[in-house]
């Protein structure tokens, strides 16, 4: 059942470019020059007339979420909040039939994020749901939604759930962008065009497992990890934090590079691993001052850099090269060397990757 991987977490983080193509099925044509998602298209009045959309969800689906507000924002120029489940729900929100939440979760059943929807849909909200397990609670209790068709997720630790997520938030975006005239076709057909390629590019960045297996053994020492980034990088950052905490038990924080200065970057000294997103970007001379602080307090970068980098390098301790793509498609490349990281120290420590402590697949009590 784990088709040959030794973990099923394995298994899913290699599913990824099939999972990506399965998602895009049928929305993308084959000359990639349309995308349609039905439920936007079948709810656009309701979904165009809204003057603000609010997005619930928790964990992993939270990070998703940030990324989606990036889109949303940036393409169809639409106000978006994130927000977590469990602090909305408990807020007494400012919400009415002008808003449209949306409501993302892998299982469908997170009590949190099941509570939050319920809540705005008393208050009149619109509801669009964004899960895996097809027919479960939180779809049956929203407006209208789209599933991200990524087949069962087994691992705790959430991944493949998390590239369908945002592929599916990639496509709401674009959708709605091309409804509303936020976006101009030559944008539109780059982005779609290069949302095709990203099956084969992760398939490229799947073959540095056997590389990050071996930078992994060199980590199994820390006790902390920081994980840096900008833009849309920023919640891949949280997310690469995240992997690692849950399953190999490092405490790990996932920051907005910039406020490295604002704090945390007290933390860092020869000990410390910090783990930058530092692809080609706007943002890549920032992030490259950003690492220059980080090694002038001698900590160790382990840097995400475009293949053919040639000034990260010569800084980092070490580069992961990924394939190059458009800035807004960067948290689906990204995102799959730092699973891999997350799982290689895990599984050099000895840790039950698939059954974590104290953590269930789906959180369904508060
Ligand atoms: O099923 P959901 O997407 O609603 O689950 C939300 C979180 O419980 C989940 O993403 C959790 O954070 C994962 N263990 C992360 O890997």
Known sequence: EKGGYPHFMLKEIFEQPDCIHDCMRGRINVESTSV???????????????????????????????????????????????????????????????????AISQSGE????????????????????????????????????????????????STKAFTGQVTVLTMLALTLAKEKNTIDEGQFLAIVQELNRIPDKMKEVLKLNGSIAELSKIFTYAHNFIYLGRGYSYPVALEGALKLKEISYIHAEG?????????PIALVDAEMPVVVIATQNGLYEKVLSNIQEIKARKGKVIALVTKGDTVISKIADTCIELPET??????????????????????CKGMDV?????????VTVE
């Open 255 to 263: 920051y907005p590079a910039a406020e490295m200065k604002h704090g």
């Open 326 to 347: 458009i800035e807004c498609l960067d948290p689906l490349i990204t995102t799959v060397p730092l699973q891999l990281l997350a799982y290689h120290i895990a599984v």
């Open 354 to 362: 698939d059954q974590p402590r104290n953590l269930a697949k789906s």
């Open 110 to 157: 997170t009590a949190d994020t099941l509570a939050a929807v319920e809540l705005a849909r008393s208050h009149g909200a619109f509801i669009y749901g964004i899960c895996n397990a097809i027919g479960s609670s939180i779809p049956r209790a929203t407006h209208t939604g789209s599933y991200i068709h990524v087949g069962p997720e087994i691992g705790v630790a």
């Open 36 to 102: 349609v998602l039905s439920a936007v298209i079948d709810n656009k009045d309701r979904l165009l007339a809204a003057k603000r959309f609010i997005i619930v969800a928790c964990g992993t689906s939270w990070h998703a979420a940030l990324i989606g507000k990036h889109l949303i924002e940036s393409l169809c120029r639409i106000p978006v909040e994130v927000e977590y489940a469990s602090e909305f729900r408990y807020r007494d929100p400012v919400i009415d039939s002008k808003d449209v939440v949306i």
